[in-house]
């Protein structure tokens, strides 16, 4: 699967930045009101980020075998 450089910023902000810091969030926001399944949202999403940033690793992996 081929991205643009445009997509492939985007998802990365999404995955490094982005979404950590929003779990991150309601992480604590979640524990101090006591929010059912706090912890179960916290796991799903951080399985998500590594799921997203295995998927942008191959994908640059393949960029740069393809570049060379």
Known sequence: ???SN???DVLKYIDLIF???LLTFYGI???TLNIPY???VMIIGNGLI???????????HNY????E
């Open 6 to 8: 445009k997509v492939y």
């Open 1 to 3: 699967m081929k991205m």
């Open 38 to 40: 706090t912890e179960t």
């Open 29 to 31: 926001i979640g524990t």
């Open 50 to 60: 590594v799921f997203l940033g295995t998927c942008l690793g191959i994908s640059n």
């Open 19 to 21: 979404l950590p810091a």
């Open 64 to 67: 740069k075998k393809e570049v």
